[in-house]
């Protein structure tokens, strides 16, 4: 689709009411790559007007989000831009005018209803069998300024009494929108209730600041998620009654991220069950001192999860799946998103992130894992992490397996594997390998290639068989049977940690066949 003369312009408008979730990640993704892609500006807005879910720490969880995944806003609270400011708490006079100028125009009113007045109606409408709604039918019979005598609605006023504006929606209208996912979606303007604009706090509601803000900042395009798709009639409606329905931002509603198994939308609790992350970052509740982990502790790469998401929900209709964000910039488009529901499949993420691990350079990664050897309490040279990283990367699924599938490079070997010793250490075998240690300790450069060459050749003039000595000098070394090249992280260990593994390893292993 052309985006005609239009300049691109297109927001992510997360509440901060707490972490993020994955699926807010992938809205705020698919809002970039759709700016960048034709040439447009992306913009942060913070929609904050529910003040009674303001959560300490969860705008800046938003900011660091963006900043990690390297989605970065032209516009936004802390840069500013020309449409500022972009938090909805600092444009609370804006959205005053706008009520009052629909309140003029006749196109909303004043409700002074209590809520025991809504409950009573809305339990009047459930026992008559009808939907419970404050619009066309039943807003005659409620405390408003449709209903009441202009005197009453004054004295009213007059004496600072509590209201709400509500919007009128007219009977016997359609609403025709052409949303770029679902395409063209059509609603009768009486299923719409006439929803609060402005609350008695004087904020404004979700729609009203939501529409206010998108046509004052030129928004060319609103993506987000199919949560709001019941609510774009309304929107729509709005735009016609302020009289900006010639300019208004055309839609796109993206598909649900769903569970991994079942159905419905993904939450927090798969993740709990499931033991994976559905936050971009670690994020401590600050009520309840918990923390639901995120993605990047858990050791994914941010070009990975934004790799990851950008195929919940999308495809480029080829093969290929690594994506790094300039080739999502160049092959994104709304076009190609699905209607149906994406279902969120942690073991495809952890592929993701293999692939980018194996991707990465040694010296990327050593910089990557570097915390943890530190966290372990150890000191190591760049080259020699580097090396251990080349060693390793193709082991690793996320950053946090390396120190489990590679702590032997620091540390004593902690266990061995019992099956390898049960099957292949033998009391009367052991000169054959006190000689494969004299071997070793004659090897010199202590190179990987000269180790193995050595062994070998020992093996061989021996005929010994491989099988039986490389298991053993494999688990005496690091314990385990999997791993890199043995002769390699033998190099690396140095001769002198690799003679005294095979003098404590060698002993461990009589003292099982003799126990
Ligand atoms: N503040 C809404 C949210 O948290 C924004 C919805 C929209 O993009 O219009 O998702």
Avoid at 1 to 14: D, E, G, L
Avoid at 252 to 272: E, M, N, T
Avoid at 344 to 352: E, P, R
Avoid at 479 to 500: C, H, N, Q, R
Wanted: hydrophobic share 35%; aromatic share 12%.
């Amino acid at each position: 689709m052309s985006q005609n003369n239009k300049s691109v312009r297109v927001r992510f408008a997360p509440s901060p009411t707490g972490p993020l979730h994955i699926g807010g990640v992938r809205t705020a993704l698919y809002n970039y790559l759709f700016a960048k892609k034709h040439g447009g500006t992306f913009i942060l807005r913070i929609e904050d007007t529910d003040q009674t879910r303001f959560t300490e720490g969860a705008e800046s969880y938003i900011e660091e989000t963006l900043e990690w995944c390297g989605m970065l806003p032209q516009e936004s609270t802390k840069l500013g831009g020309d449409f500022g400011p972009y938090k909805q708490s600092e444009r609370k006079a804006m959205y005053k005018q706008y009520a009052d100028q629909l309140l003029e125009a006749g196109k909303a009113y004043y409700a002074f209803d209590t809520s025991e007045e809504l409950v009573e109606m809305r339990e009047a409408a459930k026992a008559a069998g009808s939907v419970a709604k404050y619009g066309i039918a039943s807003r005659g019979q409620m405390k408003n300024s449709l209903a009441l005598s202009a005197e009453d609605v004054q004295e009213r006023l007059d004496s600072g009494a509590p209201y709400v504006i509500r919007l009128k929606v007219n009977s016997g209208e359609t609403v025709v929108f052409e949303d770029m996912v679902r395409g063209l979606v059509r609603f009768q303007s009486d299923e719409i209730d006439d929803k609060i604009l402005l609350k008695s706090d004087g904020m404004p509601t979700y729609h009203l600041a939501n529409i206010v803000d998108d046509h004052l900042m030129q928004i060319s395009h609103v993506i987000r998620g199919e949560e709001w798709l019941p609510s774009t009639p309304l929107h729509v409606l709005l735009y016609r009654y302020l009289g900006w329905e010639d300019t208004m931002p055309t839609f796109a509603h993206l598909p649900l991220i769903l569970k991994p198994v079942g159905s419905g939308k993904l939450s927090k609790r798969d993740g709990d069950k499931h033991g994976f992350p559905v936050f971009p970052l670690d994020w401590k509740n600050p009520t309840t001192g918990e923390t639901a982990m995120g993605f990047r502790e858990r050791g994914f790469l941010p070009e990975a999860v934004v790799n990851f998401l950008a195929f919940l929900g999308w495809n480029p209709g080829t093969e290929q799946e690594l994506f790094s964000m300039e080739d999502l910039i160049e092959s994104f488009s709304l076009e190609r998103v699905n209607k149906a529901g994406a279902r969120f499949n942690f073991d495809k993420a952890k592929w993701f992130n293999q692939q980018y691990i194996i991707q990465s350079s040694d010296a990327d990664l050593a910089k990557m894992v570097r915390p943890q050897v530190a966290a372990n309490g150890h000191e190591v040279e760049d080259s020699a992490l580097e090396t251990i990283c080349g060693l390793l990367n193709e082991r690793m699924t996320t950053l946090s397996d390396f120190w489990e599938q590679g702590y032997y490079f620091f540390e004593d070997v902690k266990e061995y594997d019992r099956k390898t010793v049960k099957k292949k250490w033998k009391l009367d075998k052991r000169p054959i390998f006190d000689t494969l240690v004299e071997t070793v300790a004659n090897v010199e450069p202590f190179t990987g290639e000269n180790i193995e060459t050595q062994v070998k050749a020992y093996i061989n003039d021996n005929q010994l068989g491989f099988g039986n000595i490389l298991p053993i000098f494999r688990v005496s070394l690091t314990g385990t049977m999997k791993g890199p090249s043995i002769f390699d992280v033998a190099s690396l260990l140095g001769k002198e940690t690799v003679l005294k593994r095979f003098e404590t390893a060698f002993a461990a292993f009589d003292a099982s066949k003799q126990g």
